[in-house]
């Protein structure tokens, strides 16, 4: 039965009170708020013990305008919990529908009863401060979570768990993707259905899976959840707009000392802080472990993974932002410390997870580093030298960290304010890229290799190089993100001559098609706000709007990852213009269809809609639209 009212002798001494009536003793009354418990388990909070009860203290508090409840707080004055009746007004008993609890003078949870015509008769349950960031609905009043409005991929994962062990099927339901969402997320029609399939057979996977995890029990405990990196599917080929995804999660419990793995397979991200699983579970090492895989059943591993979360938790709550470069050499080299425990202790099999990412954490370390402090580097040097002695040359992960150490070594040296010649750093760079691609013509880092081959060599003035190698991406990685990006720059290299196309939405809420400015000559501004030229830019823009009157239009391409970030830009700037922007920055459609990969980017167009020069400079628009309006 849904909690949807208190008990009367809670009502008639708490609420009573403000109304005027006799209260009922303080002590009993904390006694009774005490009594009441969250209605999910593993909620923390603070409970004092039967003698410091009576030390309690209760409050009446009021809102603003209407309702009213009570605070308890404990002997040193911090909150323990709160019963509030958001609809009282003075005159009626009072009914409670909002509990929330607290842990160590701190709200962690709370339960609130919604009967409104938006939300009719329903329960809603938030996990708060460091019990979480969980938000979930009861639809039909039975005290469980029926839909998650909030909840975190690691909050995804202890669901996932705890479904398993309650072998409550429902507990999965309540984290499936829905149609609605898959529809809003706008994929291809089969993305879309291998989803739906993945979801219809979810309940006997989940069936076969609980069985087979026979040790799992209600003393079993999360310990970890490794989630690898985030996956982004660009809006040009996810659909609507872009899919953040993860491949899968693998979690690590604990039941008595022994430990189990569970993969929680594909997980979506449906909005802002909400994530959805695709199908059930698996155990052990099926269904494409994000890290980790099976694992040796030890004591020390399992307080090596404790500590590796503790590491990464702590890094999440104190971190600034931007974090302080010292700071990050210091997580990504502890983190890799930890990592390199990890792989002493799991099994050979087990450990191309964990070695990929203490590449990740040593790259980014020595990139932070730079040139100062070569530690970071040596010791990923030392990692490429020790698997390429190990393991069969072409290895994915031979290939995979030898990439990471390509990367730090340019981005030390390319940021080094002592380098004296930065053309030599760029051209060893792409002699590297280019052997990288020779010797690892199927990795998973040679799409990028491929796109940064043919980037650089139209840096370096080498149109004919540069296609040659965004044909090669086009032709060998079809389908990926980066042969759409290629794809685009294949169009843009060719693009004088040809009619521009450019039609999409605007950041005033409407579209624009570039059509309509036929008979203009039109310059085409692709910018972002974090680009520190932007600003100067559009002051030059303005006047030379201002000069040229009905002749000259101006449609800009923002690659901002969010609208809003464009929009207070230019409300702050008064930026001119027409202002396109679809989402997903950089690897955005917009950006994607002409291969755009640096800003500012220009193209000038005459009035018949042609291109005439697509590398014009800002500071040069000026001579080159005379001529065209001439």
Known sequence: ????????????????????????????????????????????????????????????????????????????????????????????????????????????????????????DQMHFRWLNAGGSKWGVDLDK???????????????????????????????????????????????????????TLRRGAEAKFRTTAVKLTNLNEKTSWLHVELGAPQCLPADAAGRADVIKYAGATVLC?????????????LIQVGPNTWRVVDAPAPGGEGGAAAGGAVAESPELQKLLKDLGELDGDWAKKQASPPAPADLVKYNLDRT??????????????????I????????????????????????????????????????????????????????VKISDPAQKDPAKVQQEWLERLAKFVKNHAAADDTPDALLSLGWGSEMSGKEIE??????????????????AKAKGALRRLDLEGKVLELAAPTLAGGTYDVTSARGKVVVVYYWASWNAQSAGDFDKLKQLLEKHGKDLELVTVNLDGAADEATAFVKRTSAPGAHLH???????KLAADY????????????????????????????????????
Not at 392 to 401: C, D, F, H
Request: aromatic content about 8%; glycine content about 10%; proline content about 5%.
């Open 582 to 588: 679809q989402g997903g920055g950089l690897d955005g």
């Open 1 to 120: 039965m849904l909690r949807a009212r208190v008990g009367a002798t809670l009502i008639a001494g708490c609420l009573g009170l403000l109304g005027g009536a006799s209260p009922a003793p303080a002590q009993t009354q904390a006694a009774t708020m005490l009594k009441y418990r969250p209605k999910q388990e593993a909620v923390p909070y603070s409970t004092p013990s039967a003698r410091d009860v009576e030390a309690c203290k209760l409050e009446a508090v009021k809102g603003d305008g209407k309702g009213a409840g009570w605070l308890l707080r404990d002997p040193q004055g911090r909150p323990l919990r709160r019963f509030f009746d958001t609809q009282y007004d003075g005159r009626s008993k009072g009914s409670i529908d909002v509990w929330s609890y607290y842990q160590d003078g701190v709200e962690t949870y709370r339960e609130a009863y919604v009967n409104s015509r938006a939300e009719p």
């Open 595 to 630: 291969g755009v990969m640096m800003l500012p980017n220009v193209f000038l167009v005459d009035r018949e809609g042609k291109v005439v020069n697509r590398t014009v400079q800002v500071g040069a628009l000026g001579d080159e639209v005379k001529k065209l309006i001439k």
């Open 337 to 354: 410390n930890l990592i390199e425990k990890i792989v002493a202790a799991v099994k050979p099999e087990d450990r191309d997870p964990w």
């Open 254 to 266: 604990d039941t008595g000392g022994k430990n189990d793995w569970v993969q929680t397979g594909e």
């Open 466 to 483: 540069a296609k040659n190698w965004y044909n090669q991406l086009v032709r060998d990685f079809a389908g990926s993100a980066q042969a």
């Open 142 to 196: 039975d005290g469980k979570v029926d839909v998650w409005k909030m909840i975190s991929p690691e909050e995804v994962s202890q669901e996932v768990l705890q479904a398993l062990v309650k072998n409550d099927f429902a507990r999965i339901k309540a984290l499936l993707i829905t149609d609605a969402e898959i529809a809003a997320l706008g994929l291809p029609s089969d993305a879309a259905q291998r989803l739906k």
């Open 356 to 411: 990929r990412q203490a590449a990740d954490c040593l790259s980014a370390a020595a990139q932070g580093a730079g040139a100062k402090d070569p530690t970071a580097y040596q010791r990923l040097t030392a990692l490429v030298a020790q698997l390429d002695k190990a393991l069969p040359a072409g290895s994915p992960l031979v290939a995979y960290v030898a990439f990471r150490e390509m990367q730090a070594d340019y981005g």
